[in-house]
């Protein structure tokens, strides 16, 4: 006899439906630890959030525990057309008057023009040494005033540097490309003065300073009569002439004399960088930036206040349905809020520096737990007592302040041994577990069904064999009676 290859054909029961409900009811364990393990993800997933508000609240308190924080200095000055001024973390306050009496240039030469910016020189190489001139006439009331008198060259050690023309670049633009591509710290450029021999070279130091000057020589007449210039000579027989002199920065702050190659001015005010733009006197004044405190005190009251906000959304109940959520009741968390809120609410910083709580600087818990901050008072007492503002979150001696403590309390919540640490190792442990019975039920439930469906088996084929059986013997009773009857 043929076996069954589906359930129910032989027997005509609803096998399949049946061994459908078995499988839903046997996996009804499945849906509990399902269920479990959604709770804890939820739970993982929470303290989560929870380690990252910590994390932004720890950085503002860093922020606050660093001394530099409370030292930040800006500058401003009087007239910006005359310098502009920018601040280092070394900077301290003052005042200063600050004269700029000239400006840094760069030299630029212009050489005698050409008719042709294509047409072949010559070839060789040009050398440029780079220097200082001395000499140069700078009293008004001199008849020689704006000239160099027995001028005399000091060339720098190591600085000379050459650029070879060859046939390929020896016209105009080819010896204008070749010192460009040379990068020697001169720019060369061709300019246009629209006459008969309009076509001019151009050549301008990189960098500004009075030892920047050009002394240039070739090892070709040709390029010797084009671009040859020693600022020793009155006369350039070459026709180079000198444009632009290279000069330094003259001023003075204060009254003491400043000399700069540059100029942007480093340090000639401790800490400060100045960038001047034009002749003449402004004041300078620096001073403690205030606002970069405040703005570090804004962000820890803001970074606290997020780590509450999100803390009321995880332990809230709905007043409708009466269920909580994630983290309701949950004592980790609540153990979190109160430890900081404990460090918030002593006092810390220094007794020598006047104020010794966050009342005293304008910041107060509301009724509802967060933190806000009175603005007038604040300001108040950054600029009539900084340094007590600074004792007050960075602390003093072995007395840590507010950001400190701060700092502290949240690097052993999250240590090996932090509550935050071991709720969430205790989850992802629970985890684990959850999904080893979620395995070994899985398995006990696959085996079940296999039995069930191999019982199923059997029984419909059983039942077909009885029903075969029966269909024969109803079969033999009809021809029975029918031969009886036939008799009759």
Same mark, same amino acid.
């Given at each position: ?53 910590? /994390? *932004?609240? $720890? +950085? !503002? ?5 660093? =001394?530099? #924080? ?5 500058? %401003? @000055? ?32 212009? /050489? *005698?023009? $050409? +008719? !042709? ?5 010559? =070839?060789? #190489? ?5 220097? %200082? @001139? ?355």
């Amino acid at each position: 006899m043929a076996s069954i290859t589906s359930l129910g054909v032989g027997s005509g029961l609803d096998l399949n439906t049946l061994l459908t409900k078995l499988s839903a009811a046997e996996s009804k364990p499945l849906d509990l630890l399902k269920n479990k393990q959604a709770a804890y993800q939820a739970k993982v997933s929470a303290y989560g959030n929870v380690k990252s508000m910590l /994390a *932004a609240f $720890q +950085a !503002s308190a860093k922020k606050l525990a660093d =001394t530099a #924080t409370f030292s930040v200095t800006k500058a %401003s @000055v009087g007239s910006t057309e005359i310098l502009g001024a920018a601040t280092a973390s070394n900077a301290t306050p003052g005042s200063y008057t600050v004269n700029v009496k000239s400006l840094a240039q760069a030299q630029s030469l212009v /050489a *005698a023009g $050409q +008719a !042709s910016q294509t047409r072949a020189i010559g =070839t060789g #190489t040009l050398v440029f040494d780079f220097g %200082s @001139v001395s000499g140069y006439d700078e009293d008004p009331a001199s008849p020689t005033y704006g000239t160099y008198v027995n001028p005399a060259f000091s060339a720098t050690a190591d600085a000379t540097k050459k650029v070879t023309i060859d046939s390929s670049n020896n016209t105009l633009q080819g010896i204008r490309d070749a010192i460009n591509k040379a990068g020697i710290g001169v720019t060369a450029s061709i300019a246009n003065d629209g006459s008969n021999t309009p076509y001019r070279i151009v050549l301008t130091s990189d960098k500004t300073g009075a030892a920047t000057t050009m002394r240039i020589s070739a090892s070709s007449p040709e390029l010797q009569g084009l671009l040859g210039y020693d600022p020793e000579q009155a006369n350039q027989p070459s026709g180079v002439r000198e444009t632009v002199r290279g000069t330094n920065a003259n001023l003075t702050i204060n009254g003491m004399a400043v000399t700069s190659a540059s100029n942007t001015v480093a340090d000639a005010a401790q800490g400060v960088t100045l960038t001047l733009n034009k002749v003449g006197t402004t004041s300078l004044s620096v001073t403690r930036d205030l606002d970069n405190v405040k703005s570090a005190v804004q962000a820890f009251v803001s970074a606290f206040n997020n780590l509450h906000n999100m803390a009321g959304k995880l332990t809230a109940v709905d007043s409708t349905t009466k269920t909580g959520s994630v983290l309701t009741g949950d004592g980790v968390l609540r153990g979190i809020q109160t430890k900081l809120r404990n460090i918030l609410n002593a006092s810390a910083g220094s007794a020598a520096g006047g104020i010794s709580n966050l009342a005293q600087i304008g910041l107060s818990f509301q009724k509802d737990g967060s933190l806000a901050i009175d603005d007038t008072k604040l300001s108040k007492a950054l600029k009539d007592n900084v340094s007590g503002v600074t004792r007050l979150f960075v602390g003093e001696g072995k007395a840590d302040g507010y950001a400190k403590q701060i700092s502290t309390a949240i690097d052993d919540l999250n240590g090996d041994k932090g509550a935050l640490k071991l709720a969430t190792d205790g989850l992802d442990k629970s985890l684990k577990d959850l999904q080893k019975d979620y395995t070994k039920t899985q398995d006990n439930i696959n085996a079940n069904m296999e039995r069930y469906r191999a019982q199923f088996a059997k029984l419909d084929l059983v039942v077909q064999r009885m029903n075969q059986t029966s269909s024969y013997l109803t079969q033999q009773f009809n021809a029975i009676n029918n031969t009886n009857n036939n008799k009759n």
